[in-house]
């Protein structure tokens, strides 16, 4: 290259160190400019350094260090005009544009620089600045492109031309690394933003309490406080129990451990609530802070409180409470097995439950367990289990599937004492029924006999002679009255005495709905809408009493009853059966006396109502009469759900 003679006008000290520094180059270190250096001047606070004598005394000390630097340097170096002309090139600006140096001094600015924007806006800071640095994008040979980083001066020449020295640095890595970081530190924002946990970051001082310095947005709703209100604000605004925290805070600097531990916060408006905190000295550029990931604890405490209390139930309770397989293996047995039966924990638990089964229950037992697996509970089963010494107890059983988990949970009582009472009581009333029913079968024969007679006594008498006499009416009237009131009396007891006697079984409504109906005599022309076939209960033949008595109470009171509707809805955990007709229905006032015994509003017994009420009860059931006067009866019988079948709903 042909040398030039290039002198550096008032160049400071400052100035010189700083591209030195930064770029390794800033004087005009080329094979033009540093051969033929003429005048330049440094200024120290010792005075000026005449440059040309310094380079005389010892021209190769300074010629090869800074040929070196600019031959060297990782970054590149260009010499140009101020309209983009190249003058020179350094070997890193080869390297870095993919040119060798003839190639690059007849490129363009535009073949090397995207003339953009950013590009046009460094021009016009140079331009007016004399200097400018900024972020370009630059193209290579073949075409691709890279994000530099480059610092441009203006100076003038020997001859008082400008030139400009560009120093270029690739940050296409760099650019790369701060995006992943970037991403990096939105991924962690987000996850910190998004966590359920809350989570605060604490900056602890070597004296005083922790400083709140970051918090998620979990922190900032459980406490109720805005990012303003509680960034830079000390740990006492939510945390009364200071010292404790503080101090874990300290050990977990020293230590590096982590440390988990609870506390009571505080909201802002006063509440308090129980948090599980776990402590985590982090490092933050070069400070260490606190990291604390908290969460509400309060409900698992009250869970923790009713597990305990279940627990002490389950341990405590008079009942045989069981958690049994699918295999048809006990898992879990409360203390209440080995007390009543005798077996220790470890022999139930170590064969088929169906073992310890009295035989003759074991079939009904199978078909419970069956009707488990199959998804349905099964409440009040029966069934008897030996005991260590050979001693049989009856058990009531009320049993629900999880099949998840081919899981059965199952609460057993112990009935043999008043399986034995009922026995009893059973016998003491088979007496009573049989005393009962010859009673009424020699009353109601002699009942017979007072009726024949009367009929027999009217003919001898003769109609027109009894018909003329108001006494001997009122008599004979009054006769076969009572009769009559006697035969519904006996009738009356013979319904009751069978309440609770027969076995309770599934009972399809529907049917003895229908067969009720059957069963009445003279009935009238009816609209019957029946909407219960296929509903199902566990009850006994009586319940088709209920239903004749509810009919017969709607023809001989309602007056007016032109329908009657017998269907069931299904609320929560209960159903409710309900009987309605069209009738005068009840007055308010009769209300609370209809179900008492002898309570009529006409010439009826008093009793039919009064059994039904019975009937139910004895069923475990409820009824009300819920209908508006005048406009017919609603009668409402509740029971709960394990009186259903299973099917009920499907």
């Not at 609770?500 to 009816?526: C, H, M, R, Y």
Request: net charge neutral; aromatic share 10%; glycine share 6%.
């Amino acid at each position: 290259m042909e040398s030039a003679n290039c002198s550096y006008r008032s160049l400071t000290q400052s100035k010189l160190f700083f591209f030195i520094s930064q770029h390794f180059c800033l004087l005009l270190i080329n094979k033009i400019f540093i051969q033929k250096l003429s005048m330049v001047s440094l200024y120290s606070c010792k005075g000026a350094i005449d440059w040309v004598d310094l380079m005389a005394a010892d021209k190769a000390r300074w010629d090869n260090p800074f040929r070196s630097l600019y031959e060297n340097s990782f970054d590149a170096v260009l010499l140009t005009k101020p309209n983009g002309t190249l003058l020179a090139a350094n070997p890193a600006a080869c390297g870095m544009f993919g040119e060798s140096e003839d190639e690059l001094l007849n490129s363009k600015r535009a073949d090397l620089v995207v003339v953009d924007e950013k590009c046009v806006s460094l021009l016009n800071e140079r331009k007016k600045m004399g200097k400018a640095r900024g972020e370009l994008t630059l193209k290579r040979k073949d075409g691709s492109s890279f994000e530099g980083e480059v610092t441009s001066t203006i100076f003038l020449d020997a001859d008082g031309l400008e030139k400009t020295i560009m120093i270029i640095r690739d940050i296409t890595q760099q650019k790369k690394t701060e995006e992943t970081l970037k991403e990096s530190e939105g991924r962690y924002r987000s996850l910190f933003e998004q966590a359920g946990d809350y989570i605060l970051v604490f900056e602890l001082p070597k004296v005083g309490i922790p400083i709140i310095c970051d918090a998620n947005t979990a922190a900032l709703n459980v406490h109720g406080y805005s990012r303003e209100e509680l960034i830079g604000k000390p740990i006492s605004i939510i945390n009364k129990q200071i010292e404790l925290k503080t101090k874990k805070m300290r050990e977990i600097t020293s230590t590096g451990n982590v440390d988990v531990f609870e506390v009571i916060h505080q909201r802002k408006d006063g509440s308090f609530f129980e948090a599980e905190v776990a402590l985590q000295a982090v490092k933050i550029g070069n400070k260490t802070h606190i990291l604390s990931v908290e969460r509400d604890i309060t409900e698992r405490k009250r869970t923790q409180e009713k597990l305990q209390q279940i627990d002490l139930i389950f341990k405590n309770s008079l009942d045989m409470i069981c958690m049994a397989g699918f295999d048809g293996y006990f898992k879990v047995l409360n203390p209440a097995w080995s007390k009543i039966l005798g077996w220790s924990n470890k022999e139930l638990l170590s064969k088929p439950w169906i073992e310890f089964v009295h035989p003759d229950d074991q079939a009904a037992t199978a078909n419970a367990r069956a009707t488990l697996i199959d998804g349905q509970k099964v409440f009040q089963f029966e069934n008897r289990y030996i005991c260590k010494d050979g001693s049989v107890r009856w058990l009531s059983w009320n049993s629900f599937p999880y099949p998840k988990k081919n899981i059965i949970f199952g609460m057993a009582r112990d009935i043999t004492g008043q399986k034995e009472a009922d026995e009893e009581v059973a016998a003491a009333n088979e007496k009573i029924r049989v005393v009962g029913s010859l009673t009424r079968h020699d009353v109601k024969n002699k009942l017979s006999i007072i009726l024949s007679n009367t009929y027999l006594l009217r003919r001898i008498i003769g109609d027109k002679i009894i018909g003329d006499s108001p006494t001997l009416v009122k008599l004979f009237t009054s006769i076969e009255n009572a009769v009559e009131a006697s035969n519904k009396l006996f009738e009356f007891s013979s319904y009751y005495e069978k309440i609770g006697v027969e076995q309770p079984s599934e009972i399809n409504v529907g049917d003895f709905f229908k067969q009720a109906v059957a069963l009445q005599t003279n009935l009238p022309e009816l609209q019957i809408f029946n909407e219960c076939n296929g509903f199902k209960v566990i009850a006994d033949s009586l319940l088709r009493q209920i239903f004749y008595n509810l009919i017969d109470n709607s023809v001989k009171h309602g007056q007016k009853t032109s329908k009657i509707h017998l269907y069931y809805l299904k609320e929560q955990d209960a159903i409710k059966l309900i009987y309605q007709d069209d009738g005068v229905g009840i007055p308010e006032a009769n209300k609370p006396r209809m179900f008492s015994e002898g309570f009529t509003t006409g010439n009826g017994s008093g009793l039919g109502l009064m059994l039904v009420k019975k009937i139910v009860e004895a069923y475990g059931w409820d009824i009300t009469e819920e209908g508006a006067p005048g406009l017919g009866v609603k009668f409402v019988i509740s029971m709960p759900d394990y009186h259903l079948h299973s099917n009920l709903g499907k």
